[in-house]
C-alpha cells in the first residue's frame, strides 16, 4: 500500500513538530513536570490557539473535522517530545464521548471550550477491580428528586487532577460486570461530596483517583441516554488505542534515534562501539520491531473513525498488541545497548522507556488485547 500524507497533512505535521521541539526540551519538561498539576498550561493553550486541539471536531462545534490519520500526526509528535499535556483523554477520549453522546446543547458548550483548551477534560472509567474490563463498574448512581447522587471511587484518571470536567461511569441499574446499566455522567470535580487524591504515575504523568460521596448531579448532566453508555466507552476507548499507538511510535522513534547516536560515539577499544557487528544486529532488531508498530499503527489511525465493528476492533486490538510489545522491546534493547547511563534520570532515554512501559498498560496490556483479538477471531 502506498501512503502518502497530503499537503494539508504534512503542515498539520509539520506545525505539531515545529512546537514541540521549541517547547519541549529535556530539561523544560523537568520543570513541567515540577509544576502544580504537571504540565504546560502554555503548550496547552498554544494547542488549542493553533486549532490542534479542535482537529478532531466537527467544523459545526469550531473544528477541522480531521479523521483519525491527522489524530495520529498530532499523537506522535507528542509523543516524540514525551509531551505531558492531557491531550489524549481530554480532547481525543472525552470529547469523542460528548460528539458521540452529547445533546445539541451539551456539544455546543462542550466542543468549542475543548477546542480552544478553554476546557481540560478527563474521563473516569477504570475502578481498583476492573482491570480493564469497562463493563465491571461497582460506582452506584441513584435516582432523587432532580437528578442523580453518586458513589463510588475511580482509580487512575489520568488528566483528573486538572480536569475542569470529569466524565464519570456509573451503574444504574443491572447487576455487576453487567454490560447493560452503565451511564456516563458530566461530574464538576469542585462539586460537594467529589474529592481527588492526585500522584505522578511512573512516565512522569500526574493522575488521580477520584472519591465520590453522595454527589448529586443534575439531570442535564447525563451523557448520553441512561443505561446504555457502555458501546460508546469502547468505540472512543479504540479511538484512543489508535491515538495512544501513534504516541508510542513517536516515542519509539526517538529512543531508536538516542541510541543509534549512542552507538556512533561511544569509544570502546579504540572505535565506536557500533562497529561492532552483534551491536548492528540488536540495532536491526529494534528497527524491525519500530517498523512492524509503524505499519500497525497506520492501520489502526485508518479504522479508527469507522463504524463499529467486529473487523474494527480486531485490528485496534491487533495494532496495541503489537505495539505494546514493540514498545517493551525498544525500551529493553535501548538501555541495554547504552548501559548504565540508560537507566539515569537525567537522561532521556529512561523517560522514553518508562512512557513505553506505561503506554503499554494504558486501555489494556497486551495480554488483554490478544484475548480480545482471539475472541473476535471468526470460526471457519
Known sequence: MDFKLTEEQLMLQDTVARL?????????????????????????????????SAVPFAETYGGFGGSGVETMLIMKELGRGLC????????????????????????????PALGNAELQMA???????????????????????????????????????SAGLIVVSARTSHGAREEQGISLFLIDPHEAGVRRRAFPTMDGRMACDLYLEDVFIKCDAVLGEVGRALPALRYQQGRCI????AEAVGSMEAACALTLDYLKTRQQFGQPIGKFQVLQHRMVDIRIELDQATSMTLLAACVADQADSDERSRVLAAAKFIVSRAGRFVADQGIQLHGGIGLTWEYMLSHHARHLLMVARQFGDDDHHLRVYSGLMAVA
Open 20 to 52: 514541540v521541539r521549541d517547547t519541549y526540551g529535556f530539561e523544560k519538561r523537568e520543570a513541567y513536570s515540577r509544576r502544580e498539576h504537571g504540565f504546560s498550561h502554555e503548550l496547552m493553550q498554544q494547542l488549542g490557539d493553533l486549532g490542534l
Open 84 to 111: 505531558l499535556e492531557p491531550y489524549l483523554h481530554s480532547v481525543i477520549f472525552a470529547g469523542g464521548l460528548v460528539t458521540q453522546l452529547g445533546t445539541e446543547a451539551q456539544k455546543q458548550r462542550l466542543l
Open 123 to 161: 474521563v473516569a472509567v477504570d475502578e481498583p477491580q476492573s482491570h480493564y474490563q469497562l463493563q465491571d463498574v461497582q460506582t452506584v448512581a441513584q435516582p432523587v428528586t432532580g437528578g442523580w447522587k453518586l458513589n463510588g471511587r475511580k482509580s487512575v484518571v489520568v488528566g483528573g487532577q
Open 242 to 245: 489508535a491515538a495512544q499507538c
